[in-house]
């Protein structure tokens, strides 16, 4: 099993929608979570942090269950904006390497 | 913010020769650095993490002569290709964390592509 798995889609949806990402972590010790947001030939960025159950910034929301090891992003009332690569990164071990999952790919259509 | 800046941000270079990228960090102090690498729609690779005033720790499969690292000062890391050869091709991506937690999130710099001939 990967460190950090992702579905890597890619996701394609009509503005408006609402869209949800998975990502599943085999290192059950991990106490943070990351989602980044990486554009076409550009670095990642941060998007959200999951260090409890869950977090949410207005239109986005990260979600964590420990017991199935998994964390979520949902995204909603998807904008053409939201168009990116988003990566789920989890610091391994002592936390003190962080391993990304494959990252996936959204397209958000008019 | 925190800002971890890279430099040169593309090089073009013939095979054989060598190239080096820095990494700074612009207003904190990182002991530690990390560096990855990326492939054309393909996730981050970490392939080694970059330690202040000691010897670099390099993943499985990287390989220390070819990817020589220097983290000489609290503000600057060196990632040096050697010999490079087109399948080096790729983007490479420095990273630091802020303060002295080992699980929080980590600041990109933005990025180098390196394409050899």
């Known amino acids: 099993r990967k460190e950090v798995e992702q579905d890597p889609g890619p996701f394609n949806v009509p503005e408006g929608a609402t869209v949800a990402f998975n990502c599943t972590y085999s290192?059950?010790?991990?106490?943070?979570f990351f989602w980044y947001r990486q554009d076409c030939r550009k670095e990642p960025k941060l998007l959200m942090s999951?260090?409890?159950s869950g977090n949410e910034d207005g239109r986005f929301t990260a979600q964590l269950n420990r017991a199935s090891q998994y964390i979520s992003l949902l995204i909603r009332d998807s904008k053409l904006s939201d168009s990116a690569t988003y990566l789920c990164?989890?610091?391994?071990?002592?936390?003190?390497?962080?391993?990304f999952g494959a990252g996936t790919r959204l397209f958000v259509k008019a | 913010g925190a800002v971890v800046s890279q430099h040169p941000s593309r090089v073009i270079c013939k095979s054989g020769t060598s190239v080096k990228i820095e990494c700074r960090s612009l207003?904190?102090?990182?002991?530690?650095m990390f560096w990855y690498r990326q492939f054309p729609k393909k996730s981050l690779m970490l392939m080694a993490t970059?330690?202040?005033?000691?010897?670099?720790?390099?993943e499985q499969g990287v390989e220390k002569d070819k990817f020589l690292i220097n983290h000489a000062s609290l503000t600057l890391s060196t990632l040096t290709v050697t010999s490079a050869h087109p399948e080096d091709s790729s983007f490479y991506i420095c990273?630091?964390?802020?303060?002295?937690?080992?699980?929080?999130?980590?600041?990109f710099g933005e990025g180098s592509r390196l394409t050899v001939l």
């Open positions: 207003d904190f102090q990182a002991t530690t």
């Open positions: 990164a989890v610091p391994q071990g002592g936390g003190f390497k962080t391993i």
């Open positions: 290192n059950s010790a991990s106490q943070s």
């Open positions: 990273s630091a964390r802020v303060g002295s937690t080992n699980t929080g999130e980590l600041f």
């Open positions: 970059s330690n202040e005033g000691s010897k670099a720790t390099y």
């Open positions: 999951v260090y409890s």
